[in-house]
């Protein structure tokens, strides 16, 4: 386990350098035109950056990464990736403005950004042959009957597909709606079809069941019917469900309420953080490490467009 004062965390000299470290372990390369020749600037204004002797433009470690243009320390930027990276249900903006003496709006600009970084921009397909991909969907949200808008019924809800490869990875999506063709589209993109799928006995898979090695369902009992939890055949839906009830045990205990545009981010921090679980040999310091490399390229600014950009989206 990294320790929270270790010295990137509370020096910004060191954490300036354990990015360096991270992001150019060999050689500096310049990040605006791929150059290798490049020199470190000196002075009083001009230390810590780079000058490429190629593009003849300047720049530091935060340049095309999630950090770019922050004036957040890097050092405080590190200590939220380990955090985010270690808290299995999450930390809220709360919690980090209050422990890295951000603001509010900083924090949470902050941890969004940083969940941006947990994307897999590769995923490859779960499962293969000889293995197998559960499969199931859940809802989310707009649970309290006291609320204001509150509307009984699942289609009034988030919905969430998630499949698991057992022992192995995850993949998480937001829908609009869980019908089985979009649940066909998930299934046929992110897992081999030479898998079994193991589901539950929703109608959602019976159809695209039928274009896996096999299809095997567990029935976990409706309307009033005894259910189970493992299948004839020892098929079962207990790791897709255990990940979803780590997602919302996080969002119900730590971030208490989630609005639908951002709902995508945090399914990604869970899936992040479950794909690189000790169960797989991955301990805290190695998952953040794995997340500080991925910082890179992955630009979002939540910037307002003006009026002009605005009228020309329209046209």
Same mark, same amino acid.
């Given at each position: 386990?990294?320790?929270?004062?270790?010295?990137?965390?509370?020096?910004?000299?060191?954490?300036?350098?354990?990015?360096?470290?991270?992001?150019?372990?060999?050689?500096?390369?310049?990040?605006?035109?791929?150059?290798?020749?490049?020199?470190?600037?000196?002075?009083?204004?001009?230390?810590?950056?780079?000058?490429?002797?190629?593009?003849?433009?300047?720049?530091?470690?935060?340049?095309?990464?999630?950090?770019?243009?922050?004036?957040?320390? &890097?050092?405080?930027?590190?200590?939220?990736?380990? /955090? /985010?990276?270690?808290? *299995?249900?999450?930390?809220?903006?709360?919690?980090?403005?209050?422990?890295?003496?951000? %603001?509010?709006?900083?924090?949470?600009?902050?941890?969004?950004?940083?969940? #941006?970084?947990?994307?897999?921009?590769?995923?490859?397909?779960?499962?293969? #042959?000889?293995?197998?991909?559960?499969?199931?969907?859940?809802?989310?949200?707009?649970?309290?009957?006291?609320?204001?808008?509150? *509307?009984?019924?699942?289609?009034?809800? @988030?919905? &969430?597909?998630?499949?698991?490869?057992?022992?192995?990875?995850?993949?998480?999506?937001?829908?609009?709606?869980?019908?089985?063709?979009?649940?066909?589209?998930?299934?046929?993109?992110?897992?081999?079809?030479?898998?079994?799928?193991?589901?539950? @006995?929703?109608?959602?898979?019976?159809?695209?069941?039928?274009?896996?090695?096999?299809?095997?369902?567990? $029935?976990?009992?409706?309307?009033?019917?005894?259910?189970?939890?493992?299948?004839?055949?020892?098929? %079962?839906?207990?790791?897709?469900?255990?990940?979803?009830?780590?997602?919302?045990?996080?969002?119900?205990?730590?971030?208490?309420?989630?609005?639908?545009?951002?709902?995508?981010?945090?399914?990604?921090?869970? #899936?992040?953080?479950?794909?690189?679980?000790?169960?797989?040999?991955?301990?805290?310091?190695?998952?953040? $490490?794995?997340?500080?490399?991925? &910082? #890179?390229?992955?630009?979002? %600014?939540?910037?307002?467009?003006?009026?002009?950009?605005?009228?020309?989206?329209?046209?």
């Amino acid at each position: 386990m990294t320790d929270v004062l270790a010295r990137q965390f509370t020096n910004e000299n060191a954490a300036i350098a354990h990015v360096e470290a991270s992001r150019w372990p060999d050689d500096v390369t310049c990040p605006l035109c791929g150059s290798l020749s490049v020199h470190r600037m000196g002075g009083q204004t001009q230390a810590g950056y780079f000058l490429c002797n190629d593009c003849r433009d300047k720049f530091t470690c935060r340049t095309g990464t999630v950090m770019e243009r922050s004036h957040i320390p &890097i050092h405080k930027w590190l200590l939220a990736i380990h /955090l /985010l990276s270690a808290s *299995k249900k999450g930390m809220s903006a709360h919690q980090l403005h209050r422990m890295l003496g951000v %603001t509010y709006k900083s924090a949470w600009f902050l941890a969004h950004r940083i969940r #941006e970084a947990m994307k897999d921009d590769k995923p490859t397909p779960l499962g293969g #042959e000889g293995k197998s991909v559960q499969a199931d969907e859940t809802y989310y949200g707009n649970t309290s009957k006291r609320a204001k808008g509150y *509307k009984k019924g699942h289609r009034h809800k @988030e919905q &969430i597909v998630a499949l698991i490869e057992p022992k192995g990875k995850a993949r998480v999506v937001h829908v609009k709606t869980a019908t089985a063709v979009k649940v066909r589209e998930i299934l046929v993109i992110n897992a081999h079809r030479s898998s079994e799928l193991h589901t539950d @006995e929703s109608p959602l898979y019976t159809k695209v069941g039928r274009e896996f090695a096999a299809h095997k369902t567990v $029935e976990h009992g409706t309307h009033g019917a005894e259910g189970f939890y493992v299948g004839k055949d020892g098929q %079962t839906t207990n790791a897709v469900e255990n990940f979803f009830g780590i997602f919302k045990r996080g969002m119900v205990g730590t971030y208490h309420k989630c609005e639908a545009q951002h709902l995508q981010r945090y399914l990604t921090e869970f #899936e992040f953080r479950f794909n690189h679980r000790a169960g797989l040999g991955v301990n805290d310091k190695m998952r953040a $490490e794995t997340l500080l490399k991925a &910082i #890179e390229g992955k630009r979002l %600014t939540y910037r307002r467009p003006d009026k002009t950009q605005e009228q020309e989206a329209t046209r």
